[in-house]
T-cell receptor, first 118, second 112 residues
């Protein structure tokens, strides 16, 4: 069964509004989750690392004030795209690891959220 | 993490074996070789990983060159459901963070 649940799977919003995407770890407690973005025909790009109970770590070039990440519990991380614009339209994907700092464990990914900003 | 090089695309026929190559000439001794695949409109899924020895699981086999500078993912009998983008990723054993850095991958097309 699914290990990671991501919601919603699709969302359409108007320019200037904010959108929240949820990523839930279903089977275990996750102190760390990761958020990726993927544009059409391109690979996944890591946006940020979500840390439970502390601030997220953003990759270079990702605006932390635009992409708000909250990891308030061990099973839920949220990504809020604030003041969305058409260029934010993309496929957003989260991932969760089995165990902290385990190089030998696979990562599990959500099924992604297709965001369209009109 | 060290870089990997994969062909942009490959094509094969249903029920035939598929060999997906990956070059990683700058691999370090502590790098694991991971393979993930992404089906259309879905998140990536884990396929297999290894360090030095060849590995087999229910999904695929991973053949690792003796000098570890290249590896091959083997799908023994491709089905239409195997059509996906396959990513070969190196993951440093000594790095605590579990984030993965994705390259462009190989887009595999399976012909019926």
């Amino acid at each position: 069964g699914a290990v990671v649940s991501q919601h919603p799977s699709r969302v359409i919003c108007k320019s200037g509004t904010s959108v929240k995407i949820e990523c839930r770890s279903l089977d275990f407690q996750a102190t760390t989750m990761f958020w990726y973005r993927q544009f059409p025909k391109q690979s996944l790009m890591l946006m940020a690392t979500s840390n439970e109970g502390s601030k997220a770590t953003y990759e270079q070039g990702v605006e932390k004030d635009k992409f708000l990440i909250n990891h308030a519990s061990l099973t839920l991380s949220t990504l809020t795209v604030t003041s969305a614009h058409p260029e934010d339209s993309s496929f957003y994907i989260c991932s969760v690891g089995w165990a902290s700092n385990s190089y030998n464990s696979p990562l599990h990914f959500g099924n992604g959220t297709r965001l369209t900003v009109t | 993490d060290a870089k990997t090089t994969q062909p942009n695309s490959m094509e094969s026929n249903e029920e035939e074996p598929v060999h997906l190559p990956c070059n990683h000439s700058t691999i370090s001794g502590t790098d694991y070789i991971h393979w993930y695949r992404q089906l259309p409109s879905q998140g990536p899924e884990y396929v297999i990983h290894g360090l030095t020895s060849n590995v087999n699981n229910r999904m695929a086999s991973l053949a690792i060159a003796e000098d570890r500078k290249s590896s091959t993912l083997i799908l023994h009998r491709a089905t239409l459901r195997d059509a996906a983008v396959y990513y070969c990723i190196l993951k440093d054993r000594d790095q605590g963070a579990q984030k993965l850095v994705f390259g462009q991958g190989t887009r595999l097309t399976i012909n019926p």
